[in-house]
């Protein structure tokens, strides 16, 4: 099975085909997804315990040799990462049914969602760079038609903002690409490691790297490039949101971790801190978000910034605890804040609206609901022994032994603040006197909770089972912090 590494982006692709041509047959279009994303799921658990065992699967498509054909390398990283993106995009299919709605569901819902799937995985798994630039895009393209699905005057407006900034930064990186080819003259990751290593990263590679940060920021949504995205996210209906959430802006840090550590690791105290004092920058403003608004989406989305700090201040270490603190807790960012809008999206569903202010009382009509949403919160907050925890530890210490105290500290503080921000929630949805009747204790509502309950408990056991997890971790930072391992992988010969 030499291909084995290709299934998780060629069955969604596939399928996403398919589904094309049952426009109006949603209950058909239903099965086929749930169906495929199972079979996907498969593929890629199989892919990661092939990994697991015989090490770096790599690919060149149409038997070239390896830096001229165009390579697909699936590391232990890329390998988790997929497996992950299936999982959420599992569930919040699921939550789907019950809550898109038929309308949308008619306008090819389904078949976007795993394009933009097909693009999520390819964008991990490619070990070229000008490829990762075109997966980018086929997830962008799949995403613009989530966020202005239904048609909604905010979903308009909001999507022009997310076109305009995606069409930008999208030039930039087929731009920024073309720089470096012109100077090291590969497109391949592994080869461009080589010849970068060969020549020392002089002042022009470091000017790129520089670009590749801002590109990357831009669609990973780092400080001060995260301007878009509460507005953006907060347009499309709650399944789109989880999904972007989980997803899109995870592809951004992937993309910057991957290119720190393979490609520019030879002027650290330039690029490497810039990144840390970015990241740093990335919690602040995050946390200053969580906290000005009373509004559940961009609550929960600037949560998504200061995770997106959090991962990538541990990338920044270049040591062992850090790099392994950072895949645990990225793992962790992408079930915990599926499950969280999911839980929230229920919250909205209820109540009918999405501001704290008008909430209330949820304990006394819907306590499962408020059970599972506390614990999703304190998993999110880092309160052992959930999952946000080890991540942060691991995080904490690879910071400790690099010397930035500081910016472990100001971390560490973030945990406090993403828990008061979600408690917060807490205390003003659950809380207090019932504004509402009772009316809205509808079937739909238990549809909603299955998919949301199980993801809580996915995210429960992904913390419990640290254990088990730390040896696939450790391999995901190991071929991160020794490139060689990644660049003889794909250049055999």
Known sequence: MINLLLLPIILPFFFAVILLFFKEKIVAQRIITFVSLIISL???????????????????????????????????????????????????????????????ERFYYYPAVLFMLTGVNGAFTTGDIFNMFVFFEVLLMASYVLIVLGGEKKQLRESIKYILVNVISSALFVITIALLYSVIGTVNM????????????????????ILFL?????????????????GSYAAPPMPVLALFGALLTKVGVYAITRTYTLFFIHNTAVTHELLLILSIFTII????????????????????????GVILF??????????????????????????????IGIIIAITGTSNLRKMGGLMKTHAPLGWMYLVAAFGLAGIPPLSGFAGKLL?????????????????????????????????????????????????SYRNLMTPAVLLVILSVAYGVGTEWLIPYMTDASDVLLNPSMYVDAVLKE
């Open 42 to 104: 498969i593929a890629s658990i199989i892919l990661m315990a092939t990994i697991k065992s015989d090490g770096i699967q790599t690919v060149t498509l149409g038997s070239w040799p390896a830096p001229f054909g165009i390579t697909m390398v699936s590391d232990m990283l890329s390998a988790l990462l997929v497996t992950t993106s299936i999982v959420i995009t599992l569930f919040v299919v699921w939550y789907s049914f019950s809550s898109i709605g038929n309308e949308r």
């Open 190 to 209: 592994a080869d461009i490691a080589v010849k970068v290593a060969e020549v020392g990263q002089p002042g022009i590679i470091t000017v790129i790297a």
């Open 214 to 230: 801002l590109v990357f920021g831009i669609k990973g949504a780092i400080f001060p490039l995260y301007f878009w995205l509460p």
């Open 285 to 308: 403003a995050g946390c200053i978000g969580a906290l000005a608004y009373f509004d559940l989406k961009h609550i929960m989305i600037y949560n998504i910034v200061i995770a997106v």
């Open 314 to 343: 541990g990338v920044a270490q270049m040591n062992d605890n850090g790099m392994t603190g950072a895949m645990y807790y990225l793992m962790h960012d992408m079930i915990i804040k599926g499950a969280l809008f999911l839980l």
């Open 395 to 443: 995080i904490a210490k690879g910071a400790f032994e690099a010397g930035h105290a500081w910016g472990s500290i100001i971390m560490l503080a973030s945990s406090l603040i993403v828990l008061l921000s979600v408690i917060r929630i807490f205390i003003y949805a659950f809380w207090g006197e019932p504004k509402l009747d009772e009316a809205n204790q509808s079937v």
